[in-house]
């Protein structure tokens, strides 16, 4: 009965701080690895895709995220407009274009 008492009782020398540091760097040991995780990474792609977008130039061969592809032909700050065929001319908005085929062309997958 003495030991639950004992262990009940306050811890000397104020032993609880220690405890509460310890929780204080764990979670700022949590949020350093969320921030590096996720993110970090998420801001790297959002910097290339904004770099991406404004190197577009009017004679670019672009496939949009919905996968058509066209040439550009037109640009303004918002849209872009593509050439799909010779009569058909396509604007969409400038976050539509999901990459820019290099001028050799696309490769065909390896089978």
Known sequence: ???????AGQMPNGGGSSSVMTQLIFFAAIFAIFYFLLVRPQ????????????????GDRVVTTSGLHG????????????KV???????FDRSAI????????EKEPAS
């Open 98 to 105: 999901g990459r820019i085929v290099p001028a050799g062309g």
């Open 71 to 82: 040439t550009v032909v037109g640009l303004s700050d918002n849209t872009v407009t593509l």
């Open 85 to 91: 065929t010779d009569q058909v001319r396509l604007d």
């Open 1 to 7: 009965m003495v030991d639950l008492a004992y262990a």
């Open 43 to 58: 801001q790297k792609q959002r910097k290339e895709r904004e770099a991406l977008l404004t190197t577009v130039k009017k």
